[in-house]
């Protein structure tokens, strides 16, 4: 194979668009001894590939059945914890805007019963302009 079609391949290898036909033929060409020097650097990566590729596990999996009955509970609690947040959590926080609003409302009327005390004092403006109208218009 030629060595200019090598390195296109190993551009579009490490680039990840090089098919499977293209990498089984780059494992090929570098399973060979007389690879380049420039490429010699490669050499190993794919034989390592070739190598792992023929690897199998032989060993024995262990398949005990697992105890679930511990699962099923856990998930029991966690929607009892759940809900009992949801539900009190609601409440908490009813009970915390009644507690907002009657603040604000005590505001309110503070502010009103501020203003209100304004307000009378020129009231008594106007009753005693009132008495001295009225002593006018009796007068006559």
Known sequence: M????????????FE???TVAEEE???????KEDVPLHL???APMFQYFSIAKEEKFTG??????RK????KWISVAAVSILIFGIYFGKSYQEQREAEYAYQETKKALSLLATNLGKGTE???????????????????
């Open 2 to 13: 030629e060595l200019s079609n090598i390195e296109k391949l190993l551009e579009r290898y």
């Open 16 to 18: 990840a668009t090089a």
């Open 25 to 31: 033929m780059l494992r090929e060409y570098f399973a």
């Open 40 to 42: 010699k650097k490669y």
């Open 60 to 65: 024995q999996v262990p398949l005990k059945p």
């Open 68 to 71: 679930k009955s511990y699962i």
């Open 122 to 140: 020129k009231v008594a403006y106007l009753r005693e302009f009132e008495v001295t109208k009225q002593k006018i218009y009796n007068k006559n």
